[in-house]
């Protein structure tokens, strides 16, 4: 299985220092299904490599991949997460509520990173 990794336009010069929880809208149609698809703690960023045919830069890292299996929706905690992030249209961002962080790492079972 491969190490988790994420890409983005976004700056990736303080992601080396954070926990990345990575979070997949799955559907064409709203309101689509969310899950906690990995997170992971970064030990390589690129920069302005293209790793990716749409973002310029990376992160790559150890921790878990999830895939659809941590489903997120109707969690009240979540949707208010949700709705502050105008349904992560702005894509990578910092969650800063630390009960946010809490619960993730509840339902991810994941209390190392």
């Known amino acids: 299985m491969p190490d988790p990794r994420m890409f983005t336009d976004k700056s990736v010069r303080y992601v080396p220092s954070q926990a990345v ?17 990995a997170v992971f703690k970064p030990n390589r960023t690129t920069t302005e490599m293209y790793d990716h045919p749409k973002f310029k830069n990376a992160a790559y890292g150890n921790g878990y991949i999830f895939g659809e299996s941590i ?30 962080i809490d619960e993730l790492r509840n339902f991810a079972g994941v209390h190392a990173l």
């Open 21 to 37: 929880w990575l979070i997949s809208g799955e559907g064409v149609k709203s309101p689509k299904t969310f899950y906690l698809a």
């Open 71 to 100: 489903t997120l929706n109707g969690l009240p905690w979540f949707e208010k997460l949700k709705t502050e992030q105008q349904n992560f249209r702005g894509g990578l961002f910092e969650i800063k509520d630390s009960k946010v």
